[in-house]
C-alpha cells in the first residue's frame, strides 16, 4: 500500500479519544488483577485464622496502608511506562516514601523495650510467605501486562519491572487477608522482598510478553 | 524543532478530539521525518514499511500520548521502538545508540535533498575517472577489489586514488567553503 492511501484511510472515520482512557483501562486491570488474586488467595490459602478479630487489630491494617500506598505508586509508574518519552524515574522515586514509612515503623517496634527481635524480623510463615506473595501476585502480573500491551511501552524491561512491582503490591494487599504475621519488621523485610522478586520476574517477562 | 512541536502538538490535540484534516496534516508532516529517520537506518523497502508501520502505531496508541508532555518525544520514543523491532526482526543489531528526538525532528525529506545536491555538486567538480571510483568506493559500498577489476587499476592504486579525491574535495571545501551555496 502506498503511503498516502495509509494517511487517507487512517484519517478517514477518524473517531475522538476519550480523556482518561489510559487511567480507565488500568483501572480495569486493577479491578480484575486485585480480584483474580483475591481467588487465588481464597481457593490456595484461605483467610486468615480468627479473621473477625484480626481486621480490628492495627497489623492487618499497617499491611493493607503499606501494599495500598505501593498500589497507589505502582500505578502511576505504570502509567508512564506505557506512554512513550514519559520519564519513569519520578514515579520510581516515590516508591521510596511508603518504604521509609515502614522502615520507621519496624525500627519504632523493634526499639520498643522487651521486644524479641528474632520474632518481629522472622516471624512464624516466612518459608510460606515466600512462595505466596508472587503466586498471588501471578493473576495481578497478567492483567498489568494486558493493559501494558494496549499502551505503548517502549523501554520493555523497565516498564515490566515497573508492572512487575505494581502486581507485587496488589498481590501484597490480597495476601495480607491470609498473613497471620502482625509486625512492621516482618512487612518491612519480607513483602519488600517478594515485591521487588516479583518486579524482577516482570522485568524479564516484559522483555518479550510486552513486545507489540 | 520548537516551531515543530507547537504545530505538531495543535494538530495531535485536534486529531484527539475528532479533527480528521488536522489529522491528516499530521500524519503527512510526520511521514516526511519518518522516511528521512529510516532512510538513514534501514535499507529502501525496510524503511519505507517502517514509516508505514510507524504511523499505524501512531494511530492505534494514539490515546497514550499525554498533553501535558512533548509531542516531539512521544512520536520519537515509537520511532525508535519500531527501529529497535525491526533490527531485532532482521537480527541486524541488538542495540540502537541513545540519540534524541532532535534526530528525528531535526531532518526530514527536504533537508537530505538539500544534502543529496550538495554532494552531487562536489563530486561534480571531479574529473570522470575518479568522480566514478569514489561513487563506487564511498556512496554505492562497491568493494576495492571489485573497483579495481573493473577499472584494471591495482587494489592500492584505487585506494590512493579515493583517497586523493576525496582530500581535494575537503582541500576545495575549506578555501572556500560557501562556494556553492
Known amino acids: 500500500m502506498r503511503t498516502d492511501d495509509l494517511i487517507a484511510q487512517l484519517s478517514s472515520g477518524l473517531e475522538p479519544v476519550k480523556t482518561g482512557a489510559v487511567t480507565r483501562l488500568l483501572l480495569i486491570a486493577v479491578a480484575a488483577g486485585l480480584a483474580a488474586s483475591a481467588l487465588v488467595m481464597l481457593t490456595v490459602l484461605g483467610l486468615r485464622h480468627h479473621f473477625a478479630e484480626a481486621i480490628t487489630g492495627f497489623g492487618i491494617w499497617m ?21 512513550p518519552g514519559a520519564d519513569m524515574l519520578r514515579p520510581a522515586l516515590l516508591l521510596v516514601l511508603p518504604f521509609a514509612a515502614i522502615v520507621l515503623l519496624a525500627a519504632l517496634q523493634m526499639a520498643a523495650p ?50 512487575g512491582m505494581f502486581a507485587g503490591a496488589m498481590g501484597a494487599f490480597v495476601y495480607a487477608f491470609h498473613c497471620p504475621e502482625d509486625s512492621a519488621p516482618f512487612v518491612a523485610v519480607w513483602y519488600t522482598l517478594w515485591i521487588s522478586l516479583t518486579s524482577v520476574i516482570g522485568a524479564f517477562a516484559g522483555r518479550w510478553a510486552l513486545r507489540w | 524543532m520548537i516551531a515543530q512541536e507547537a504545530q505538531y502538538r495543535d494538530w495531535m490535540l485536534a486529531s484527539l478530539a475528532g479533527d ?82 532532535g534526530d528525528l525532528f531535526g531532518h526530514d525529506e527536504a533537508t537530505d535533498a538539500i544534502a543529496r545536491r550538495d554532494v552531487r555538486k562536489l563530486l561534480d567538480k571531479l574529473p570522470e575517472a575518479k568522480r566514478r571510483l569514489v561513487e563506487d568506493i564511498k556512496l554505492r559500498g562497491v568493494s576495492v577489489a571489485d573497483a579495481a577489476a573493473r577499472t584494471g587499476l591495482s587494489e592500492s592504486a584505487v585506494k590512493v586514488t579515493v583517497h586523493r579525491a576525496i582530500k581535494a574535495l575537503g582541500e576545495d571545501l575549506e578555501r572556500d567553503p560557501n562556494a556553492d551555496r
Open chain 2, 20 to 101: 480528521a484534516a488536522a489529522y491528516r496534516m499530521l500524519l503527512q508532516g510526520l511521514t516526511r521525518h519518518l522516511r528521512s529517520y529510516y532512510a538513514r537506518r534501514l535499507d529502501n523497502g525496510a524503511a519505507e514499511d517502517a514509516v508505514q508501520e510507524t504511523l499505524i502505531a501512531i494511530h492505534a496508541r494514539r490515546a497514550t500520548y499525554d498533553p501535558a508532555l512533548p509531542f516531539t518525544a512521544w512520536v520519537y520514543g515509537i520511532a525508535r521502538y519500531k527501529l529497535i523491532d525491526e533490527y531485532r526482526r532482521t537480527k541486524r543489531r541488538a542495540t540502537v545508540p541513545l540519540d534524541e528526538a
Open chain 1, 63 to 83: 499491611k493493607f496502608a503499606y501494599t495500598f500506598a505501593l498500589i497507589a505508586f505502582g500505578f502511576g509508574l505504570v502509567e508512564r511506562a506505557g506512554r
Open chain 1, 114 to 163: 522487651g521486644a524479641d527481635m528474632h520474632q518481629l524480623v522472622m516471624g512464624r510463615s516466612t518459608s510460606l510467605c515466600a512462595v505466596a506473595i508472587p503466586l498471588v501476585a501471578a493473576p495481578s502480573l497478567v492483567a498489568a501486562f494486558w493493559a501494558l500491551r494496549q499502551l505503548a511501552p517502549t523501554r520493555l524491561g523497565l516498564a515490566g519491572a515497573g508492572a
